[in-house]
């Protein structure tokens, strides 16, 4: 049982790089999310999307970029990594129908130096 | 929009005693999923109980429980006979059940540390 795969679990990045972070999920889940965990703060919505092909902002989305070619995947783009974007952060999905949770990757800690 | 609101920041309770973590949304709708997640130091993000804003029975799992007052927007998250291994963070969440159905919205947290 795969559910939500996160790569990578670390990253530091120098400031002004660009990396992707990877997002899996073998549930069939309509819905996926991408959320950052900043302490104090909880965990703050990036970017979701309700189906392949179909994006939208979240909360904190500058900085930030996202696509959805298919169900499975949902990668999320730093275009020009600053420190403020150090974080830990996690992907989610969940169904559209019936009372379903979200299902959680195992995280990404990013530290932009 | 909705909001939701943790206020302990931090709790403590000894090994088989009870805690109960406060939470309180605010929100429009009136079709809405309540959730408490759990994440311990491995960091892995794990549902504890979830419970149907339609629903008036409060919801139960085991050793924990919620009290959920819809009038009030509270819904609060009770530990019963705690462990070592409640020892986490907790989060609140919020979903409605249309529209915006696809976001979670987050409390702050609350973090429980159970001591022997």
């Known amino acids: 049982n795969a559910g939500v795969t996160q790569t990578p679990k670390f990253q530091v990045l120098k400031t002004g790089q660009s990396m992707t972070l990877q997002c899996a999920q073998d549930?069939?889940?309509?819905?996926m999310s991408w959320y950052r965990q900043d302490p104090g703060m909880g965990l703050r919505l990036i970017h979701y999307s309700v189906g392949a092909g179909i994006t939208d902002q979240g909360e904190v989305p500058n900085g930030y970029n996202v696509s959805r070619s298919t169900t499975e995947d949902f990668p999320l783009r730093l275009l020009s990594a600053a420190p403020s974007q150090t974080s830990v952060y996690f992907c989610?999905?969940?169904?559209?129908?019936?009372?379903?949770?979200?299902?959680f990757g195992q995280g990404t800690r990013l530290t932009v130096v | 929009a909705q909001t939701v609101t943790q206020s302990q920041p931090e709790m403590s309770v000894q090994e088989a005693e009870t805690v109960t973590l406060s939470c309180t949304y605010d929100t429009s709708e009136n079709n809405y999923y309540l959730f408490w997640y759990k994440q311990p130091p491995s960091r892995q993000m794990i549902l504890v109980i979830r419970?149907?804003?339609?629903?008036?029975q409060n919801a139960t799992e085991n050793r924990f429980s919620v009290n959920f007052q819809k009038a009030a927007k509270s819904f609060s998250l009770k530990i019963s006979d705690s462990q070592l291994g409640d020892t986490a963070m907790y989060f609140c969440?919020?979903?409605?059940?249309?529209?915006?159905?696809?976001?979670?919205?987050f409390g702050t947290g609350t973090r429980l540390q159970v001591t022997l």
């Open positions: 969440a919020f979903r409605a059940s249309t529209g915006t159905a696809s976001k979670l919205t």
């Open positions: 989610a999905s969940s169904s559209r129908t019936g009372v379903t949770e979200a299902f």
């Open positions: 549930m069939n889940h309509e819905y």
């Open positions: 419970q149907e804003a339609y629903k008036q």
